[in-house]
């Protein structure tokens, strides 16, 4: 029996990488499922997914959450699918109609948006708490009727969503080893540093910057400044030289390219919000990994234990520009250390640790929702 399948989102791009790219067209790959998302921007076939395109994105979040919400609704009905899969926090009233109209339906939620909320600088610092807690009330109310949830990682040994959710799996936001499969490093990088995804202070870039100063190295930054203030704030402390070579937000092709003319990522999240607390490794690491590439990463509790185990970075504070300075130099000098880090990583990302593995979760679990299985 061939299921039909509906992921909506209304806060992502339709390609984005881990709705789109990863958790569609590997579904769409399967015999069993006949898959469609719901996403901004036009509609079109592309890898066996139909993308029911609902138009340009709004760009007040609030008109997004109301009008954008309810065309994604709109379209949903229409389609009349087996189970709905939902990306946002925002569609958290869309999924309760779902429900109530008597569908299967999943949330799909990214992190921890009840902390996260606190962290938001686009919402008064006053507010904060209140709405946190309200969202919280509502995210709660809803999860307890729907089918199933799916989580990225463990943080602190548990999840938001363990007394409230039918269902849960974790679903880490693995590297797809087919990106990886034909790739190998240049033989002479352009890069001594890369950096790609959101570019905030939060996330060590600055001091990143420092360090790759002080030591001489060249950097090539993918992604966009948050906010865009802080790029300013990096101009005028001289860290975006002529040694950075800033490329913006960038596609997976060119992502891949960077990565594989580097001979070092950076990851030095500061210890914020629930950066510290997560069991997973950020995106950007995982990546590294896959394409053999040595990390310098923040030393967390879950960090420092794998690398125990593994061995495929050097561990530091991550804002001290010391420490940073130091595992920099290293792996400049040390092309057999970085060889060695990055040939560990690969092969725990090929054994264990691929997203073509853990696609598997949800396709388990769409089968025990829609075949009537007790979790």
């Not at 958790?23 to 076939?45: H, M, Q, T, W």
């Not at 040994?157 to 590297?175: E, H, Q």
């Not at 130099?329 to 264990?352: A, H, P």
Request: contains cysteine.
């Amino acid at each position: 029996m061939t299921y039909k399948i509906c992921h909506i989102t209304t806060a992502h791009d339709s390609d984005d990488v881990r709705i789109f790219r990863k958790e569609c067209v590997s579904l769409a790959k399967e015999p069993d499922f006949d898959v469609y998302l719901i996403a901004p921007g036009p509609s079109r076939k592309e890898s066996n997914v139909h993308v029911v395109g609902i138009g340009d994105r709004p760009s007040s979040r609030l008109k997004r959450a109301i009008y954008f919400s309810k065309k994604a609704y709109k379209n949903a009905m229409i389609l009349n699918c087996d189970l709905y899969h939902f990306h946002d926090p925002e569609l958290l009233r869309v999924a309760a109609k779902l429900k109530r109209a008597g569908k299967h339906v999943v949330f799909d939620s990214h992190e921890d948006t009840r902390k996260q909320i606190k962290l938001k600088t686009y919402i008064p610092s006053i507010l904060r708490t209140a709405v946190a807690r309200i969202y919280g009330m509502l995210q709660d109310k809803v999860v307890k009727h729907i089918d199933g949830v799916v989580f990225p990682t463990l943080v602190d040994g548990k999840t938001p969503f363990d007394t409230t959710a039918k269902r849960l799996i974790i679903v880490d936001n693995l590297p797809l080893l087919s990106e990886f499969k034909n790739v190998t490093l240049s033989q002479k990088p352009k890069y001594d540093i890369c950096c790609t995804g959101s570019l905030t202070y939060d996330r060590g870039i600055k001091e990143m910057l420092d360090a790759a100063k002080q030591t001489q190295s060249t950097v090539c930054l993918a992604g966009n400044f948050s906010p865009s203030t802080f790029k300013d704030e990096l101009l005028k402390e001289d860290l975006l030289e002529d040694n950075v070579d800033f490329r913006g937000y960038c596609g997976r092709d060119d992502i891949i390219n960077i990565l594989r003319h580097s001979r070092i990522v950076v990851s030095n999240i500061h210890d914020v919000g629930q950066y510290s607390h997560i069991e997973n490794l950020p995106t950007k690491v995982y990546e590294a990994m896959a394409m053999g590439l040595p990390v310098i990463l923040s030393n967390f509790p879950y960090t420092a234990e794998l690398n125990n185990k593994i061995d495929f970075a050097i561990t530091v504070e991550p804002d001290n520009v010391k420490q940073l300075v130091e595992a920099v130099k290293y792996l400049k000098m040390n092309k057999v250390e970085r060889q060695r880090l990055g040939e560990n990583g690969r092969k725990y990302i090929e054994r264990k640790c691929n997203w073509e593995l853990e696609v598997r979760k949800i396709m388990n679990m769409y089968h025990d929702i829609l075949e009537g299985n007790d979790d």
